[in-house]
């Protein structure tokens, strides 16, 4: 008997659930994989080798395909992993085939404010501290290979700098590359939120004098930001996977040339870290579905998707494929649209948008919620008025999908705390604005309170879709980010800085980086770059700063407002309540 959600910590719910769990094998099993697809890596998770599946499931035909978006959220996020989570639980109670793909969470939120990524309540991904803590080593993986581009970019300044042309071809047996230390497009990544590594100098000498490195301003990005992340994500194959790794983009030279891993000739090592990690990860809801983890969070400065190889398996293995996008359907389920499903050549039967009455309510006038402190007080009473007003970013959203063409399903993720004619306002305004709506009690009830949700996505899954892109991609960059700006967030219009304005006159002039994708980075905590615009903002324009280039990932990645790559650490950040004990060795305190 699972224990009560109103009563009990989900660390504690995943726990005891953990006792009940099936082995990887009997997942695998259940699943349709065969032994040498299945790859243990313990007694109930594991790897799934994707080539040999998707070989001989090639001539199968693919399941329905369904991602899962939001609204946008507040500070504490609105429940779209546990939404997940409660839709393939909610599947598999009316007996339906089903697999999800989410993404493996990041330490630096889990150690922060906002916990893991596992869902929450009765509607969970297990088992909770291998999925929190690293899993198989993905990210470490992903850390080991990104940071090896960098060891190999910094000591090549080194030896250029300490060497004449002679010695330096004597010696290394390479021509001067002549990177400008000022143009340095990677920084160096770890997988915790940690601001004062936002901006720092390397290479000062000491002891060594120039043997201790090159000096110059260097920076930290958190690990799932990194390019690597991005191209675990896109890949289809370990062959595509070192090409993209070769096409990264670590500085440019002092004509303006760019200079890559393959100039550096560091992408076969950065590639060998990866290998593995090319593989989907196996583990399974709190009622026992197949769930496939696979690449990263932060769809506000990545990509934020789980991956196409995840997705490829997932509907070959299943009748109904549930896969996870970031954030809101303006940065998360638009980068879904116009990134992922270009690169793998799927599309989406549905799109949910999660939404609660909780963030309506914040949307539509009620103070912003503040991690780690008590919810306003304003937030316990019935407010049916800021409920509706709140629905004006619901809508946006909404209309974001069926932009896509996609048929749009609205999940009010149900708290117990929500009246009646809360949640009739919500179902009203959403159904007149074109969605089908289904209210959803997983958090407290698991699979037995997502049946309404299964129906109305399996519904869903029937109608007809005609699936369009946003933009195509002989489009100027500059019109793709204006269309991006003005459909997806409602802005008026674009302003650059005159650093962004440089680095796209270089795109535009260049054959190659001028078809290459967007990947907009942006706050998730509003529909503009400012995060304290609540609701559906009116009467701004989004601010370039700058634009990053990803040529192996394959887009490029404009940096709007005043958003960093790496995260900060909150004042009263979650490591203080993990805890491990001491006589059986678990681990408590995660959520």
């Known amino acids: 008997m699972a224990l009560d959600p109103t009563k009990h910590a989900d660390w504690e719910i995943a726990q005891e659930a953990e006792s009940r769990m099936k082995t990887v094998h009997e997942l695998g099993e259940e699943l349709g994989l065969t032994k040498e697809e299945l790859l243990p890596q313990g007694h109930y998770f594991g790897k799934i080798d994707y080539r040999k599946v998707l070989e001989r499931l090639k001539d199968k035909p693919n399941g329905k395909y369904i ?21 393939v639980q909610g599947l598999g109670k009316r007996g339906k085939k089903v697999v999800a793909a989410i993404r493996q969470p990041s330490g630096g939120p889990t150690f922060n404010i906002k916990g893991s990524a596992a869902g929450g ?3 969970q991904c297990i088992p909770l501290t291998p999925f929190s803590l690293g899993l198989t080593g993905d990210i470490n993986a992903i850390m080991n290979s990104h940071n090896l581009a960098m060891v190999a970019l910094t ?16 010696l290394s047996g390479m021509k001067r590359l002549d990177i400008d230390p000022t143009k340095v497009e990677m920084g160096w990544i770890i997988d915790f939120c940690c601001q004062s590594l936002r901006n720092i100098i390397i290479g000062m000498n000491d002891v060594g004098g120039k043997a201790d490195g090159f000096m110059m ?21 370990l062959k595509d996977m070192r090409e993209r790794i070769s096409k990264i983009v670590v500085a440019y030279n002092k004509k303006g040339k760019p200079v890559t891993t393959k100039d550096l000739e560091v992408d076969g090592a950065m590639t060998a870290w990866m290998v593995e990690a090319l593989n989907p990860n196996l583990m399974q809801s709190l009622e026992g579905q197949p769930v496939i983890v696979h690449a990263g969070p932060f769809a506000n400065i990545a990509i934020g998707q789980s991956s196409i190889i995840a997705d490829l398996v997932g509907l070959k293995l299943a009748d109904y ?21 270009r690169f793998s050549g799927l599309k989406p039967d549905c799109a949910v948008v999660v939404a609660t009455i909780r963030a309506l309510k914040c949307h539509g006038g009620a103070p912003v919620p503040v991690p780690g402190k008590p919810m306003p007080k304003e937030y ?25 063409g996609i048929s749009p399903v609205v999940c009010i993720n149900a708290f117990f705390t929500d009246t009646d004619a809360e949640i009739a306002k919500v179902r009203e305004l959403a159904e007149a604005a074109g969605a089908k709506v289904a209210l959803s009690r997983h958090w407290e009830q698991g699979g037995d309170g997502a049946l309404e949700f299964a129906d109305v996505v399996v519904e869903a899954c029937e109608e007809k879709s005609e699936f369009k892109f946003l933009y195509e991609l002989d489009e100027p960059v500059k019109d793709r980010i204006e269309k991006v700006a003005k459909e997806v967030y409602g802005a008026d219009g674009v302003d650059y800085s005159n650093e962004a304005l440089a680095t796209l006159k270089r795109v535009e002039a260049d054959p190659e980086l001028s078809k290459l994708g967007l990947c907009m980075v942006k706050t998730h905590l509003s529909l503009s770059d400012n995060p304290t615009l609540k609701g559906c903002p009116k009467g701004w324009r989004l601010q370039i700063r700058e634009i990053l280039t990803y040529g192996g990932a394959g887009f490029l990645v404009p940096v709007a407002g005043t958003i960093s790559l790496m995260p900060g650490t909150g004042s009263n950040p979650a490591f203080r309540r993990v805890d491990v004990d001491v006589e059986t060795g678990k681990v408590q305190g995660l959520f």
């Open 67 to 87: 991602d899962v978006t939001a609204i946008t959220p507040t500070p504490l996020g609105e429940g779209k992993s546990t939404s997940t989570m409660g839709l």
């Open 121 to 123: 309540g009765l509607a």
């Open 155 to 170: 000591s090549r300044m080194q030896h250029e700098r300490n060497y004449n042309d002679e010695q330096l071809e004597r």
């Open 217 to 237: 301003k260097s920076k930290f990005g958190i690990a799932v930001s990194s390019e690597i992340m991005a191209i675990l994500a896109v890949s289809i194959s």
């Open 321 to 341: 494929h549930v896969t996870e996008s970031g954030f809101g359907a303006d940065i998360g389920f638009e980068k879904f649209w116009n990134l992922k499903c």
């Open 380 to 404: 316990e009473g019935e407010n049916v008025e800021w409920v509706a007003k709140g629905c004006d970013n619901l809508i946006h959203h909404i209309k974001n999908v069926r932009k896509a």
